[in-house]
């Protein structure tokens, strides 16, 4: 059983596509956690697990960290949070990180590039 201190199954099944948090990774989501307190404030899930099925019909290989359970995009409108979220996923040693204007991918799949940041 996955467990999380701060996400509830709800969040999963909010996000899209809809997922559980059974679908996760239990080493991200205490990662995930440890982001949560670093950053001090809410982190809003816009997506979590996706299959690789889903991957592909949107046209990706289906083997990044979504599909692997080892990611999620937090929703992030404005500087001051996304700032927080930065400052403690470099602290954490989060090595995938994407940064779009309304969100930010933090990733930590395996066999993908390490010590990267993005933008979308
Ligand atoms: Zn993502």
């Known amino acids: 059983m996955i467990t999380s201190k701060y996400f509830k199954e709800e969040e999963f099944q909010k996000c899209t596509p809809s997922c559980s948090l059974q679908d996760m990774d239990q080493e991200f989501m205490n990662l995930l956690d440890a982001l949560r307190e670093g950053a001090g404030i809410p ?48 602290k954490l040693g989060i090595k995938r990180i994407g940064i779009a204007k309304t969100y930010i991918h933090i990733g930590a799949g395996s066999n993908l590039p390490t010590q990267v940041a993005w933008m979308y």
């Open 43 to 90: 982190l809003v899930l816009n997506c979590a697990y996706r299959s690789p099925a889903w991957e592909k019909s949107k046209g990706r290989s289906g083997s990044g960290d979504h599909p692997q359970a080892k990611a999620v995009d937090i929703r992030c409108n404005d500087s001051t949070n996304r700032f927080k979220i930065l400052r403690a996923a470099y």
